[in-house]
């Protein structure tokens, strides 16, 4: 069979009309640009971030940073504590504060951190802090607590340390069947 040469001659033509014969160019990739980049009037923003600020409770002047916040904590008491006139070694109107619960048994977990707030006598500002913190391997003998009291004059001074361990041990040893926390031997938490 024939082919007629008209239709022959413009299938030749149109395919001279659309690069010929030589085989069709291929697209640059996307990502390959050909315009010439001008840098941007704008300043690049920074690459690093400003450090965060710091947005939780901070601990009250010369205290431990693990008592921050602790007015916030579990509250023992049901209203504040009066002074005992028996004697107390931490006078003053008193609340006291837990990190953890107790356990069933009577005990404060590992890792509790109890705090005593007290407003002494005549004052209006607290001015005595008595932290127990309970951990691990810390002190057998008393149960693993730590004891410390903290003390101020004044409501803009810083706290300082007055006394610890062993010149607490001699007082908390009579609630030693509460765990050392006087608040339970005393029948004064809730």
């Given at each position: 069979m024939r082919l007629s040469s008209?239709?022959?001659?413009?299938?030749?033509?149109?395919?001279?009309?659309?690069?010929?014969?030589?085989?069709?160019e291929t697209?640059?990739?996307?990502?390959?640009?050909?315009?010439?980049?001008?840098?941007?009037?704008?300043?690049?923003?920074?690459?690093?971030?400003?450090p965060p600020t710091p947005t939780g409770p901070k601990p009250l002047s010369g205290l431990p940073a693990f008592t921050a916040g602790y007015d916030g904590w579990l509250k023992l008491n049901r209203k504040p504590i009066p002074?005992?006139?028996s004697g107390d070694a931490h006078s003053g109107?008193?609340?006291?504060?837990?990190?953890?619960?107790?356990?069933?048994?009577?005990?404060?977990?590992?890792g509790t951190i109890l705090v005593k707030e007290a407003v002494r006598?005549?004052?209006?500002?607290i001015g005595l802090i008595a932290i127990m913190r309970k951990e691990r391997g810390l002190d057998r003998?008393?149960?693993?607590?730590?004891?410390?009291?903290?003390?101020?004059?004044?409501?803009?001074a810083r706290f300082a340390?007055?006394?610890?361990?062993?010149?607490?041990?001699?007082?908390?040893?009579?609630?030693?069947?509460?765990d050392y926390v006087w608040i339970y031997t005393l029948g004064l938490a809730r």
């Open positions: 008209a239709p022959a001659a413009a299938l030749v033509a149109l395919a001279a009309g659309c690069g010929g014969g030589s085989p069709p697209a640059a990739p996307a990502e390959t640009k050909t315009a010439v980049e001008t840098p941007s009037t704008n300043p690049a923003p920074p690459t690093t971030a400003p002074p005992r006139q109107k008193k609340n006291v504060y837990a990190s953890k619960k107790r356990r069933a048994s009577g005990d404060f977990p590992n006598p005549g004052k209006d500002f003998a008393h149960n693993d607590w730590a004891f410390v009291e903290y003390t101020r004059d004044s409501a803009g340390e007055t006394a610890s361990d062993s010149v607490c041990w001699s007082c908390h040893m009579g609630a030693q069947q509460t």
